[in-house]
């Protein structure tokens, strides 16, 4: 048993939903962050390739989206590592 008074069976059932959920988590985050970026940076549909100036605009969106999702992600934890202080306290 583990601290939550799991048995392994369940602790690995428990793991591999976890990680299910994580991962429809990451794909509906990159799913959002290529149709924002799509619509935002395409707008001609003459020609099936990106042009220079859609592929520069994309690669500086998904960009600026990967550094807000890091930042979002340390402030998250720095407000977490501050509320668990504070609760011991």
Do not use: P, Y
């Not at 428990?14 to 985050?29: A, H, P, T, V």
């Amino acid at each position: 048993m583990n601290n939550f008074g799991l048995n392994a069976t369940e602790q690995r059932q428990l793991e591999e939903r976890l990680s299910k959920r994580q991962m429809q988590d990451f794909m509906g985050m990159f799913h959002n962050m290529f149709e924002t970026c799509f619509t935002s940076c395409v707008d001609e549909f003459t020609s099936k390739a990106l042009s220079s100036r859609e592929n520069g605009c994309i690669s500086r969106c998904v960009q600026k989206t990967l550094a807000m999702q890091q930042r979002l992600g340390e402030r998250f934890q720095e407000h977490s590592q501050t509320t668990m202080m504070n609760q011991q306290q």
